[in-house]
């Protein structure tokens, strides 16, 4: 059975990657399935602190519900809706989850700096390359690919003047 599977993240891509998960899912009729995955590797004091887990398990479980209050303002009550918490690295997490040919990973695509891209790749490009579905990357907003304030700043100056000669000519 078909079903959209997205990845929760707290980022301006993921918020927006959530909302088109949920437009898919209610467009298909199909289950959604939020999965937020959570570092295993504690730190040597939260690991001699026995309810570690529990409490990783617990803080991930609020992120998804926080997400899903960001981005919609609460869990959709007009979707069959399943969360999932799993310990481990978000990429192979969703791409071990989402492993139904029918199925449709949707995950948010960030604009990395070029610096963060020498450390890593991106939940996204690990999900493309390895994924057996079809995978949906979904950008931020515009806004927030325009980078510093001088340069929103200058963007939105440019808007209202077009919007004042519109107006005016």
């Keep these: 059975m078909s ?3 997205v990845g929760v993240h707290n980022s301006l891509a993921g918020l927006c990657a959530l909302r088109r998960a949920v ?3 209610r467009r298909r009729g199909v289950a959604l399935h939020a999965v937020r995955a959570w570092p295993p590797t504690p730190s040597p004091r939260a690991i001699a602190i026995q309810p570690w887990r529990e409490v990783a398990l617990q ?3 609020v992120a998804v519900h926080h997400a899903f209050s960001e981005a919609m303002g609460g869990i959709p009550i007009d979707l069959d809706v399943h969360i999932l918490v799993t310990a481990g690295p978000p990429g192979p997490a969703l791409v071990e989850y989402a492993d139904g040919d029918d199925d449709l990973l949707v995950v ?6 070029w610096w963060r891209r020498l450390v890593g790749s991106s939940v996204a490009a690990y999900c493309v390359r390895r994924a057996q579905c079809a995978v949906l ?6 806004l927030a690919k325009a980078g510093s304030i001088s340069t929103l700043t200058r963007a939105l100056r440019r808007e209202v003047q077009q919007l ?3 107006a005016g000519g």
């Design 137 to 142: 990357a979904v950008p931020p907003p515009a």
């Design 23 to 25: 437009a898919e899912a």
């Design 3 to 5: 079903r959209i599977v």
């Design 108 to 113: 948010g695509s960030s604009q990395r700096r």
């Design 164 to 166: 004042v000669d519109t």
């Design 59 to 61: 803080e991930a479980t």
